[in-house]
């Protein structure tokens, strides 16, 4: 802000140029047009904000199950709980809204080692009454898997909404069942039915991708073993069964 002293007669009121001119307590007063600056986010930033909410979201499906959580206890790996753990090994495997099948839903192959469970041959499909698994487990070499109660952990991402006016833009089911009947080294099915992986909701939506892993329980004398996290993408029929 300045002051003329000695103004020219007629000075006007008003802008001029990059200069505001009022007239004050009978003095000129000459006020700096205010400069306009245009507010802008990083895209980059936003694209971090994204792809830490959806990592935070999948770790909070994971950690909903006490067999994944104990999983994730017992890895040794960076970290000082299980949720830090999960977000660090799926953090960077995640885009903006938008997970991959890099992902994982129990600690990956980097992790582990005499802990492991063999798991192979994976396939997924959508049938009219559920998801069908199919996988084949091999014998481990240490300890026996009939001393322990072995679980399927199953997570379906569903993303793509039929509806172009929906709110969500994708969806995570998580799906938990014993196996009561194991062969080693064959291939095994099970059927997780329509109401267990809210297929009315899932219906909503075009695509998803679905993360399988086999647990352990966490038993007094028996840490836990698990398998690497498979995955695979599939189209979710729209048709109500």
Same mark, same amino acid.
């Given at each position: 802000?300045?002051?003329?002293?000695? +103004?020219?007669?007629?000075?006007?009121?008003?802008?001029?140029?990059?200069?505001?001119?009022?007239?004050?307590?009978?003095?000129?007063?000459?006020?700096?047009?205010?400069?306009?600056?245009?507010?802008?986010?990083?895209?980059?930033?936003?694209?971090?904000?994204?792809?830490?909410?959806? !990592?935070?979201?999948?770790?909070?499906?994971?950690?909903?199950?006490?067999?994944?959580?104990?999983?994730?206890?017992? /890895?040794?790996? +960076?970290?000082?709980?299980?949720?830090?753990?999960?977000?660090?090994?799926?953090?960077?495997?995640?885009? +903006?809204?938008?997970?991959?099948?890099?992902? #994982?839903?129990?600690?990956?192959?980097?992790?582990?080692?005499?802990?492991?469970? /063999?798991?192979?041959?994976?396939?997924?499909?959508?049938?009219?009454?559920?998801?069908?698994?199919?996988?084949?487990?091999?014998?481990?070499?240490?300890?026996?898997?009939?001393?322990? +109660?072995?679980?399927?952990?199953?997570?379906?991402? !569903?993303?793509?909404?039929?509806? #172009?006016?929906?709110?969500?833009?994708?969806?995570?089911?998580?799906?938990?069942?014993?196996?009561?009947?194991?062969?080693?080294?064959?291939?095994?099915?099970?059927?997780?039915?329509?109401?267990?992986?809210?297929?009315?909701?899932?219906?909503?939506?075009? #695509? /998803?991708?679905?993360?399988?892993?086999?647990?352990?329980?966490?038993?007094?004398?028996?840490?836990?073993?698990?398998?690497?996290?498979?995955?695979?993408?599939?189209?979710?029929?729209?048709?109500?069964?």
């Amino acid at each position: 802000m300045g002051i003329l002293k000695n +103004p020219m007669i007629g000075i006007p009121s008003g802008k001029v140029g990059e200069f505001i001119i009022r007239h004050r307590y009978g003095k000129e007063v000459i006020y700096s047009k205010p400069k306009k600056y245009k507010t802008t986010k990083s895209v980059t930033l936003k694209n971090a904000r994204k792809t830490f909410k959806i !990592a935070v979201e999948l770790a909070k499906v994971i950690k909903r199950s006490s067999l994944l959580n104990d999983v994730w206890k017992f /890895a040794k790996m +960076p970290g000082k709980n299980s949720y830090t753990k999960i977000l660090k090994a799926n953090i960077k495997m995640s885009d +903006p809204n938008m997970l991959t099948t890099s992902n #994982d839903i129990t600690p990956g192959m980097d992790v582990l080692n005499y802990r492991s469970l /063999a798991l192979e041959s994976f396939k997924a499909a959508f049938k009219p009454k559920g998801l069908q698994i199919e996988y084949s487990i091999y014998k481990h070499p240490k300890y026996k898997l009939s001393d322990y +109660p072995l679980y399927m952990e199953t997570v379906i991402f !569903a993303y793509n909404p039929v509806n #172009d006016s929906a709110k969500k833009k994708y969806v995570l089911v998580s799906a938990e069942e014993r196996i009561i009947d194991i062969i080693q080294s064959k291939p095994l099915k099970h059927l997780l039915t329509n109401k267990t992986i809210q297929r009315d909701t899932l219906n909503e939506f075009s #695509d /998803a991708i679905i993360y399988f892993a086999i647990v352990t329980a966490n038993l007094p004398d028996l840490p836990p073993l698990w398998s690497w996290t498979s995955t695979c993408k599939l189209g979710i029929s729209v048709t109500k069964a």
